[in-house]
């Protein structure tokens, strides 16, 4: 049988030009996460006589009902509800403000439009709650005692300087991972590449399996999936073989360069790999290289020759 093959003409790919981005930390933001990193040190206390507030955690049963009758799905135990969490329905949280312990509220809240569970978009709802129990959530100034409770740092200023090195270190990553992705769009956009459609039709294939695979695992179903997202499957099909075939455009371009500059990988990089991905599933190597055998091996490499191609691009980049 012929093997189909991806047919790739390079455009230049030195020196291709990007958008110039600086990583920038505002006071703003540093201050956003020390408040975050507040929480981690907080203490949860019953609430035994006062009333509910936006932050409390209310512990309720309720039972809904759509035209006087309870609905599937509809009802819950000791179920532990922050409210301002926007958990459940747009304004269900907001009317058990006030509520005390030992309280039954009938909540009424219509179900949005575009709800998932199609059957209850749109119709009126009403709740029978039952209070029956308030937790607040008590969060400690943020002091040099605190600071050593939730980090390695001892005092206030020293986190405040480890907070702001984390911030630039990911906005860094994101800023990276957008210059490649721009490089290489240009330079798959100047590229001459003929994809096969039986190859895109495979990538594609595997693309919908992964996504039932972490369905299934999940408990959903396609169908439930396609309808959260307002998609048909036809439209889903559409954007699975578009995502297909651009990745298989960009793969084959780094590849194409990878050949060009004479990119190598030694056995010990390929192990080290395998060694991550084996580690990853919770198997070992040998396992691992059973589970997907030699093409599988194969494929792990040729990503190693993705990554140096992406990287020299990269480096190669002219910002504007």
Known sequence: METKTIEVKLTNYKGVEVQKREVSVTPEEIQSEMERARTYASTTVDKADGAAVMGDQAVIDFVGYIDDAPFEGGDGTDYPLTLGSNTFIPGFEEQLVGAKVGDQV??????????HAKEYAGRDAIFKVTVKALRSTLVPELNDEVVAKISLCKTVDEFRDYVEKQIREFKADRILQEKENEALTKVVEGSEINVPQELIEERAAILKNNLLVQLQNSGNTLEAYLDYNNLTEEMYNSYVSRDALNMLKGQAVLLEIAKAEGFAYTPEELEQELF????????????LKEMIGEAGVRMVGEDILHKQALNFITEQSVEI
């Not at 991550?276 to 396992?287: E, K, L, N």
């Open 106 to 115: 009938d909540v009424k809240v219509p179900f949005p439009e575009n709800y």
């Open 276 to 287: 991550v991905m084996a580690r990853g599933y919770q198997t070992t190597v040998d396992s």
